[in-house]
């Protein structure tokens, strides 16, 4: 269980979360929903010490993380896909993986999951990342987060900006690194049809709090409108 308790988080002067409680069970997706804008990426990125400042309790299992350094929290266990997926274009695929085994402070090899996953990387190990596809790249972002042998993946919006036919191969795979592998996985992402047939849980944030949470069932369409219509 990764879970944040009266969490603040701060850049610079202005506060982003507010007094922020929320759970991920462990072994499962917890779905974060809300707006653009109002603290989605913050959580994630606070959950690693991202931000300049934050305060309040953050627990691993039953470990404390939230004074830890970020690479501290990595080797504790937690990794992070990006949202725009943040591949190095120059550095070939080989490498941008391995860099997520640097984050924390592993072996430097690839991790044997990943050519189960994506049998495409593994052929073209040489290729530069930034030749790939949107789709391509979001494989090769989560492979780089594998490579930390995470027990809990942050994902920020894994489908956005991938070609509709490609989004479902995406949600599958995150599908299976839950269901088969067993991470734990904090999945911010807007397309609610999704988190309904993923998750576990969900969290509705609305200014930098979390204003309704529980089982997946009780998402309802109502708060969907209320917190999620533009
Ligand atoms: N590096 C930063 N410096 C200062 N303020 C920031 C920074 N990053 C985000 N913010 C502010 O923090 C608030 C929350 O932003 P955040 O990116 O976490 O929202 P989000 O829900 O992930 O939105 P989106 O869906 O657009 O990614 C916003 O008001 C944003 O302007």
Same mark, same amino acid.
């Given at each position: 269980?990764?879970?944040?308790?009266?969490?603040?988080?701060?850049?610079?002067?202005?506060?982003?979360?507010?007094?922020?409680?929320?759970?991920?069970?462990?072994?499962?997706?917890?779905?974060?929903?809300?707006?653009?804008?109002?603290?989605?990426? %913050?959580?994630? =990125?606070?959950?690693? &010490?991202?931000?300049?400042?934050?305060? #309040?309790?953050?627990?691993?299992? +039953?470990?404390? $993380?939230?004074?830890?350094? %970020?690479?501290? =929290?990595?080797?504790? &266990?937690?990794a992070?896909v990006?949202? #725009?997926?943040m591949i190095?274009? +120059?550095?070939? $695929?080989?490498?941008n993986i391995l860099m997520g085994g640097?984050a924390? &402070?592993?072996?430097?090899?690839?991790?044997?999951?990943?050519?189960?996953?994506?049998?495409?990387?593994?052929?073209?190990?040489?290729?530069?990342?930034?030749?790939?596809?949107?789709?391509?790249?979001?494989?090769l972002a989560i492979a780089r987060a594998l490579a930390c042998?995470?027990?809990?993946?942050?994902?920020?919006?894994?489908?956005?900006?991938?070609?509709?036919?490609?989004?479902?191969?995406?949600?599958?795979?995150?599908?299976?690194?839950?269901?088969?592998?067993?991470?734990?996985?904090?999945?911010?992402?807007?397309?609610?049809?999704?988190?309904?047939?993923?998750?576990?849980?969900?969290?509705?944030?609305?200014?930098?709090?979390?204003?309704?949470?529980?089982?997946?069932?009780?998402?309802?369409?109502?708060?969907?409108?209320?917190?999620?219509?533009?």
């Amino acid at each position: 269980m990764l879970s944040l308790s009266n969490v603040d988080s701060f850049y610079g002067r202005s506060q982003a979360l507010h007094d922020m409680t929320v759970a991920a069970p462990e072994g499962a997706i917890l779905g974060i929903l809300g707006r653009n804008g109002v603290g989605k990426t %913050t959580l994630l =990125r606070t959950i690693l &010490g991202l931000t300049d400042r934050s305060e #309040g309790q953050i627990t691993l299992g +039953d470990k404390p $993380i939230a004074r830890l350094a %970020t690479h501290e =929290r990595a080797r504790a &266990g937690i990794a992070y896909v990006p949202q #725009g997926r943040m591949i190095i274009p +120059d550095f070939s $695929i080989r490498e941008n993986i391995l860099m997520g085994g640097f984050a924390a &402070g592993g072996t430097r090899r690839i991790p044997d999951i990943v050519p189960e996953l994506f049998p495409y990387l593994i052929e073209n190990l040489d290729r530069p990342g930034g030749v790939l596809s949107g789709g391509q790249q979001q494989q090769l972002a989560i492979a780089r987060a594998l490579a930390c042998k995470p027990r809990v993946l942050l994902m920020d919006e894994p489908t956005e900006g991938i070609q509709p036919n490609i989004v479902a191969q995406i949600e599958d795979i995150i599908i299976r690194l839950n269901s088969e592998f067993g991470l734990t996985i904090l999945l911010v992402e807007q397309n609610v049809h999704f988190v309904r047939r993923a998750a576990k849980a969900f969290a509705m944030i609305e200014h930098g709090t979390a204003v309704e949470s529980g089982a997946i069932e009780t998402l309802t369409d109502e708060m969907v409108n209320k917190h999620m219509a533009i």
